[in-house]
């Protein structure tokens, strides 16, 4: 797929994902690997964008599944169709088959319904799986999961085993919103995404806010930077420093001082008490050069 | 390459980092995937071996000391993340002195290193800031063997040999004086900080090159949070256990539910069966079970903050309030020589501020020495009569009662009329009874005494009261 960490990291970069060759290295092993990838790090600094990524870098089919609380097999593996068993059964009563053959009828995948994890394992080729936001999802989901992530196969009781066609490329996210297991941990590769380092994160912004003059760019990061080291309820990500340049841009600024953070603050911070935190404060928190 | 592997995962695992056959076979199959090329390699270990983020620091010290001292390597992948390094060669030093002295900083002429620190932490000067690391390290003179357990008293006074204090002082002075803003005073902390590191990196380099792998086991020994003693954590470590125990917490919760949900049809009720089976004309066809009930204790803790006891009293308090729905009610109470009730701070949400605002506004404290006499006394006459038969009682101390008096039946009052008393005493069991503690007097109240002195105990003795 990929045959070098260099091609790895080229190939993401084409797709407007730009990692350090550390992220590139993790990638590049559990690729290899054949290895579950679990990804933490806060919210907004890429962990879904890079399944996404990935899957549109090995031209691949992404399949997401969303987790949440009370998640379980029925929506994360399959169901059978119960409507048209039912009617099958009635079609079987009016051809008078006996109970042997309508039990053998009913339970086959012609009335399976299947999920996103089962959608993966049957896929005909190899796909990207997200399974995103794990730790939203309760314990016993988690054990759920070890089966597919060790062996990339499920048990279904009626029909047996299945085995992955091409074994997927398997990436979850977590916030740490909850602790994992350790067996789940000890199946997967981790990753610990943090916020881009200064020049990371200016590459970022070029990148995504094409037309932004560079003393701006420069300046607003340093200003993300240095915020993001005071103690918030919730840090600005990625994507905010994104939209607050956009914003900046559009409103034709070329150089930040305090009026102009306190009237467009509210796109980099969410939380009342957050800006409330930070407001008296913006005219000692600008960088000065 | 492969036993060096095996050799490190063993080191890890000293160290107090999980790591299972499993992962160890993964970190084999990944260093054979990346080759050997120092950046890749700490990548391929890193990202099989540590599954805990916080465990990662303490993998990158090791991976340092045993694969780059011990190997004899120069390179430093694990350090690259500071991204303001600058890469211009460091220079011998000398030059460095000079051009500091050259501009004649300060009245006094001459570069003191007290001066040549103001000067690198200002300007962010990093080849300056490990020259004086290295400075720092030199001024040590001959190190032996034994230092090595002794590590932060070795590097206070390395610090103290390069002027720190005089420097902090200066640099606080600076703040002051020039009114610089708290991104850059942030920025200076954060050099400091760096400066610090790098001197016990070095040190700590020292005693693996000179003394081989049997202090790098020390070293790996010694870092075990789990078992390093309450009173020895610095602050770094302070903050690390406080993360760890917010995991405790969310772990002994979660525990919690679990089995609850379990056990929930444990005995059969009889009673209720036989009443059943009357309606099926005395066959009991549906079996009737007891419901559990689950015991909320009420709790009631009693923390000396005095000296070394604070941090553990501190801990406990944490713990016990991430989890309180545990509890059907948490009293705390702080004392050294007088008591005083802080249970109302803890109704806010933010742990860290009620932790704080109860550890400075309340009123614990008289003459700075614990008095457990005087304390029983308050607290039997003051606060006896709102707790209730049902409260079980934590008293977290060392019992060093500075040879006052032990006021032994107010202890006694407040053991008849609570359900339980249980001590916590975070000072290693040898040391009871020696001196002015007089652990001996109180046990006989108390229910259980608990040596309680590290995480890992914290966590044993926790699991066994809930």
Redesign the interface.
Known sequence: MFSSIEELQQKLAECEYITDRNVATVVYLALKLQKPLLVEGPAGVGKTELAKVLAKATKSRLIRLQCYEGLDEAKALYEWNYQKQLLRLHIDQMQNKSWEEAKQDIFTPEFLLTRPLLEALLAEVPVVLLIDEVDKSDEEFESFLLEILSDYQVTIPELGTIKALHIPIVILTSNSFREFGDALKRRCIHLYLDYPTFERELDIIYLKVPGIKQALAQQLVRFVQTIRKQKLKKAPSIAETIDWAQALLTLGISSIDEEIIQSTISILLKYQSDIEKISPKVSSLIPEH | MEEKILEFCRLLRKSGI?I?F??VA?AL??AA??GFLQ??FY??LC??L??E?AD?SLFDKLFRLFFLSLQGGTNNPANKEN?EESEDAPGDGAELVQSAEGKGMGKGGGASPALLLVKAVREGNYPLLRFLAELALKSLGKITREQLAEMDKTVERAKVAIGWYEGVNRLERIKEMEKI????Y?RWLEHLAYLENRIKELLEEFFVKNFGLEALEEIALSANLKEKEFHRLNQLEIEEIRKRIT?LA??LA?KYA?RYRRAKRGEIDLRRTVRQAMLSGGTPIRLKYRKKVISKPELVLLCDVSGSVAVFSEFMLQLVYTIQNRFRAVRSFLFVDVIDEVTDYFLKQDLEEALHEAFSKAYFSYSGFSDFGKVFTIFANKYLPGVSPKSTVIILGDARNNWRPDEREFLQKIAERVRKVLWFNPQPQSGWDTEDSIMRIYAPYCRQVFECRNLKQLEDVIEAIL
């Not at chain 2, 803003?181 to 850059?184: G, R, Y």
Request: glycine residues 4%.
């Open positions: 999980n299972s499993s992962q993964d199959k990944a995937e990346v950046e890749d990548c391929a990202c099989t540590v599954k983020r990662k991204g803003s708290d991104a850059t942030t995991k969310r772990k979660s679990r």
